[in-house]
């Protein structure tokens, strides 16, 4: 591990052996992509019908309030 915290070599091995991507591929990612690729990524699994079934019980859309019709702007008076 290097002084940055990063095992650059590591890494290195895990993109372009494990991954197969060519050096410029490789150093083109970011460290959060690269460790996105090499599944080291929390991910959020995708919303469900279940899951917005409850976001919606949750946060109910609620109806717009009604608004009074405008006076025509005239200069009749």
Avoid: H
């Avoid at 690729?37 to 609620?62: I, Y």
Wanted: aromatic letters at 6%; zero cysteines; a negative charge.
């Amino acid at each position: 591990m290097s002084e940055d915290g990063l095992d650059w070599p590591g890494l290195m091995r895990a993109g372009l052996r494990g991954l197969g991507l060519r050096p410029v591929e490789f150093w083109a990612l970011t460290p959060a992509e690269l460790s996105m690729m090499l599944g080291r990524e929390a991910v959020k699994p995708p919303l469900t019908r279940a899951r917005l079934g409850e976001l919606q019980r949750q946060w109910p859309d609620l109806p717009r309030p009604q608004r009074a019709p405008e006076k025509p702007s005239g200069d009749d008076e």
